[in-house]
């Protein structure tokens, strides 16, 4: 087993099949795993349970909703801690020294080859299973959809957070626009572009498998104390399931979906 692939058998996880359905679920802060060698990075377990070193509950949301949707689910399982995956090789909160007020004893002063090792070993893999399963689609002459999954805290920085959840978005808003209706039709409260804001800088997965690309997509975030339970997960898997694919066909009734790319319909 070649360096690359014993990489990502240790830090990827892959469910789900490459059915009819369009959608390519992908999580980068579905796990809390920290290589043994970094020796939890000196955080305590407590701390390393917190939102700063994974999504919580996406993970049971991802996989839920990949079996009733019928389509692929790749997940980052390796603590964010360690790495984000969600951020371009050398971006200054690529490794975080601290972290809502946690300072992470095992990042302080890393050289440039311990940051490129965590780069080469987590990072790099499981963007490149990424990528190598829209290139499988697009050879099979099969539309991607990618839908980005995430969670965020209730309360940051003191400040609560009213959102049920928030859709992201950059250069094409359409997709996540017609989602953030679906879902206020639900009677839900639903950020636009909140909690976060998506740019070609705060954010990588989207910009580099969605937008560069020229592919449809939604960032979705919901708040983790509606996901921390087994039955919360599920609700929200549901509803997404029943959602994600009446988005997507308005989507393609108002711009054309598979025939014509994201990139043309907004230029």
Known sequence: MTKAAEAESKWVAVSGKRGGAPFVLLSDHAGQVIPSHLQ??????????????????????????????????IEQVCSRLVIDCNRAPGHRTSVV???????????????????????????????????????????????????????FTPEMNGVKRPWHAGLLHNHDSRLAHIMIALL???GLTVGDNEPYALTDTSDYTVPKHGEQRSLPYIELEIRQDLITSPQGQLEWAQRLARLLPQAWSIFCQKYGGETASAREQVS
């Open 40 to 73: 939890d990075l000196g955080l305590s377990a407590a701390e390393r349970a917190r939102h700063i070193g994974w999504d919580i509950g996406i993970d049971g949301v991802g996989r839920i909703l990949s079996g009733l949707l019928e389509c692929v689910l």
């Open 97 to 151: 020294t601290v972290s809502d007020g946690t300072l992470v004893p095992g990042n302080q002063n890393l050289s440039p080859a311990q940051r490129k090792e965590r780069e080469e070993t987590i990072l790099h893999p499981y963007h490149d299973r990424i990528t190598r399963e829209l290139d499988a689609r697009q050879a099979a002459a099969l539309p991607s959809v990618i839908v980005a999954l995430h969670s």
């Open 184 to 186: 206020r039709e639900e």
